[in-house]
């Protein structure tokens, strides 16, 4: 459902037809993720932990040694940028430290320069990744990269937890397959090629639980992944419409932080244990929680660094930003590429569980982004609509009363106001009947932190009011 203009297509489908429309979607996808390579992936990761230490370093070491030469021969932002470095040893003797991190920003200037020359476009797959501020990269993937990820994803991740991807799932997304306005069910559709449900995570509250839940039964859903603060949004709802809960084999969450109090709602109500995640659209580190409830690097799919603000390399326990380098990927090779995301090396790096992969604790993502409707519904994961346009540096949501907010827009080149308007709309088709005023601004404030916030919410930061007023008076042009 990539393009703008097949979503739109796709809002005008009866629900039978959109249903029908998931299948086909899903069958598609099922020949790139399932394509080949995928069955060796699989024996390759079952293999994984079985192996020796040794056997595990030699192959990181020589996945490492591969990318670097790719990017240092092939791509030409590394080609200039690493002029000078002898990169030749990484991999053998060298430290990885030599070669300078690089940022999004850097990516986003020219996505281009970080292709592999010798690859056809024809050969790449396309990822969006959602930013913090409300802007977005291109990442792309070699197709064949696709079914060792998913390999991966099904032995280390779903698997682990005890379920796989021929078990009956409900997935709760940020894709808005179901209009923000929808006032009555379903508030999901059901892709029956992969026997999932998949769930708007914008409509979830007390009125609407039952109709959740009940959908859950019908269509004998055994496992759950999605966001984390969506699925404790189900669980809470429900617990307070005072439903009875809903046993669930396992809940799998991924892309926003997970808060203690989100994984005691998810608990109780599904009766079973809530297993973290961690991964990006860039493609360069995977992580997943083991049953004694710690997070545990995926290897084989990228090293990790964890690295102070001035580049130095954080000491156990000490948090800070998780520097990647993508061993899968020799299309656009991602090397010590800053996360945005943060996290700490585990002091006691041994697990009971008897996984030998290194362990993180603090990951930590964003945790606030989300904004209140009038009638008190909490809606998250407004970043994929945030970061449509290129034509936009940054965006950002101020909410200033329940129902009401200003979408501050910092214009990039060659923006239009259209953009801003597009923007909104995307926004409102998630959450529904809502007050969103735009405004251009030269510059989007940064929390005290320094941090760039995609939301806002000033009634808890009235600090922030004055910076923001002059704003809202809406008298700055492009
Ligand atoms: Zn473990």
Known sequence: MGSDWKMGLYRLLPVRLQEAALAFYARGLERLYYGPGYESWKDRAREWRRGTPDSRQDWIRERLSYIVRTAALKAPFYRKKWKGIGWKEIGRSGPLSILPTICKQEIRMNEAAFLNEDRSPKSLWMEKTSGTTGTSLKIFWPKEMLPKWWALVEVLVRNEAGVGQDVPRAMVGGRPIIRGDAGKPPYWRYNRRWRQLYFSSYHISRETAP?????????????MTGYGSAIAALAESSSGAGLAPCPLETVIVSGDTLLAGMR????????????????????????????????????M??????????????????VGEIVATGLLNDAMPLVRYRTGDYASWAVQQTCSCGNPEPVIENLEGRVDDYIITEDGRKIGRLSTAMKRSPRIHSSQLVQDRPGHAYLLV????????????????????????????????????????????????????????????KFFKGTWKP
């Open 211 to 223: 109709h959740y839940i009940g959908s859950l039964k019908k269509y004998r859903s055994r496992w």
């Open 264 to 299: 005691r709602s998810i608990e109780a109500f599904f009766r079973c244990k809530c297993r973290d995640s961690y991964g990006q659209a860039e493609g360069v580190l995977m992580a997943m929680e083991c049953g004694m409830g710690r997070m545990h690097l995926l290897s």
């Open 301 to 318: 799919t990228g090293i990790a660094e964890i690295l102070r603000e001035d580049g130095s390399p954080c000491g156990s326990g000490e």
């Open 410 to 469: 910092r214009p990039s080149d060659g923006y239009r106001h259209s953009h801003a308007l597009d923007v909104r709309e995307d926004i409102l088709q998630r959450i529904g009947r809502f007050d969103l005023e735009i405004r251009e601004v030269p510059e989007i404030p940064k929390t005290p932190s320094g941090k760039l916030a995609l939301v806002v919410r000033l009634d808890e930061r009235p600090g922030m009011k004055p910076v923001y007023e």
